[in-house]
Structures are given as structure tokens and as C-alpha cells.
């Protein structure tokens, strides 16, 4: 295995900061950049799973105030069950605790199959027309008409078919933002509520899938002189998410996901073009 550089430490921590959150595929893009980066084998194990807890962690900084919430409701609600005691209405920050757990229950029935899903990664076939169908998505979210619904009146089969679309975009070349914000604008999300919901929703999608790869990543090795730089890609990709949350949130509130839909197609296109230039050229 090519040893890691700081340079490439770097690179792809501003690839996972920016395409976990913005519509364009995050897994799609690392994929790409592992064979443009000439790496023999895939990106460390570690050093991925520290590259997604850095995105999460972008998650709680610009989400920080409705976390907070929630967890205190959660301890709320646990209290008013055991005392019987549950207003109604529910209060909206227990509403999104339910929803987001429903959203999450999609991602089960990916759990048999996860192995056969991530290995489609090493095709870039697949990937480049995965991308072609991100930008397809994107694009007509834009066309969409805006929806008012929040965690007060989405309802539990709302979220559901919002996680069939996260539990859709685990393969490699579909955006998880961009799929489960497009699903909730189709099932009638308010705009800045969509992306609110995608966002939220990621955290316990990032964490299972980490306590996932994390025993997987320790046993193929950690090359612990190599963690220093890891974390360099890490601290990148924490910052680089952040400012992308915020980015994401205004052009959302605008309704202009048309831009991603033309870059998502562009690099699909690119990334066909490429494959074939490389399988002529090694043909000759």
C-alpha cells in the first residue's frame, strides 16, 4: 500500500468535507480520487472512519442548539413515559428524535448486503453513472413545489421514504444529502426543514456505519506513525463540512440545486471519459 502523504492527507480531507454535505457524493468522489491519487488499495481503513467522525463532528458544530434539544427531550420524554405524563402536542424536538429514528430503520435492511454495496465503489463504471442519476435528482428538486412541512406536521411515513433514500444513496456515487433532501422536498418538506432533517439524520447514519468499519479497520492494521497525518485530513474535513453546512443552507432556502445537478453530471461524464481513455491507453 502507498504510504499516505500530507498532501493527500489534506486533499482528501477537503473532498470528505465537501462532498459529505454538498449534493455530489462523497464516497463517489473518494473513490475517484484513490485511482487519481494512484493509491494500489483503497484509502486506510482508519484513516476513513476519522475522515467521517471529522464530518460529524461539522454536524454538531452547525446543528449544535437542536442536539442539544433533543437530548435533553429524550430525557424528558423518558420521564414523562415513566410518570405518564406526555403533553400533547408532542413537543417538536421529541417529534424529530421519532423521526429521525424511523428515517434510520431503512438503513437495517442495507445491513446484509453492505459488503457487496461498498466493493462497488472499485467500479468506476457504476460510480460515474451513480453520479449521472445525483445530478438527475438534484435537478428536478429544483422543480419541485415547495413544500411547508416541518417536524410539527411531517409524518412518520414521510420520514420513512426520506430513509429509503438515505438507505438508496449507500452506494457509491449517490449523494445522502442530496437524495434525502430531494426525497423531502417530494414528500413535502419545507426547504430549510429538509435540510435541517438530512443533516440530523446523518448523525446515527455516520456513527453506526463508523462502529461498523471501525473493529473492520483495526484488524487489517493501523499504521500508527501515519495517525499524526491522518489527523491533519481529519481537522480539514471538520472545517471544510462546516463551512459547507452553511453554504448548503442558504442555496436550499433559494432552491438553486441546479448548479450540483449540472457538476454532478459533468463529473459523471468525466469520469466515464477518463476510463475509457485509460483502457485505450493501456490497450495500446
Not at 442555496?251 to 438553486?256: L, N, P, S, Y
Request: a neutral charge; one cysteine or more.
Amino acid at each position: 500500500m502507498n504510504a499516505l502523504t500530507l498532501l493527500s492527507s489534506i486533499l482528501l480531507g477537503v473532498i470528505q468535507g465537501v462532498t459529505e454535505f454538498l449534493p455530489v457524493s462523497s464516497s463517489g468522489h473518494l473513490a475517484i480520487a484513490e485511482h487519481l491519487l494512484g493509491q494500489t488499495t483503497e484509502i486506510p481503513g482508519f484513516f476513513d472512519v476519522l475522515l467521517h467522525l471529522g464530518t460529524l463532528a461539522a454536524v454538531f458544530a452547525a446543528y449544535w442548539e437542536d442536539i442539544r434539544e433533543m437530548i435533553l427531550e429524550f430525557f424528558d420524554g423518558a420521564a414523562d413515559i415513566l410518570h405518564g405524563t406526555t403533553p400533547t402536542p408532542v413537543p417538536p424536538a421529541r417529534r424529530m428524535i421519532l423521526l429521525i429514528v424511523v428515517g434510520t430503520l431503512p438503513l437495517f435492511a442495507v445491513l446484509p448486503v453492505m459488503d457487496q454495496v461498498e466493493s462497488l465503489g472499485d467500479n468506476m463504471y457504476f460510480v460515474a453513472a451513480a453520479l449521472l442519476v445525483t445530478g438527475c435528482l438534484l435537478f428536478a428538486s429544483d422543480r419541485v413545489r415547495r413544500g411547508r412541512k416541518t417536524e410539527r406536521t411531517a409524518s412518520l411515513l414521510d420520514a420513512l421514504l426520506v430513509g429509503v433514500g438515505q438507505a438508496v444513496a449507500t452506494c457509491p456515487g449517490i449523494s445522502r444529502s442530496g437524495t434525502t433532501i430531494t426525497a423531502g422536498c417530494f414528500v413535502g418538506f419545507e426547504r430549510k426543514f429538509a435540510v435541517r432533517y438530512s443533516f440530523l439524520m446523518s448523525i446515527p447514519a455516520i456513527l453506526g456505519a463508523n462502529i461498523l468499519s471501525l473493529k473492520k479497520a483495526v484488524e487489517a492494521g493501523v499504521l500508527w506513525e501515519e495517525v499524526p497525518i491522518y489527523l491533519v485530513g481529519v481537522a480539514v474535513s471538520a472545517v471544510v463540512g462546516y463551512a459547507c453546512i452553511r453554504l448548503l443552507k442558504l442555496i436550499a432556502e433559494r432552491g438553486k440545486f441546479g448548479f450540483f445537478a449540472y457538476y454532478c453530471w459533468l463529473a459523471g461524464v468525466v469520469t466515464l471519459a477518463l476510463i475509457v481513455f485509460q483502457r485505450a491507453g493501456s490497450a495500446v
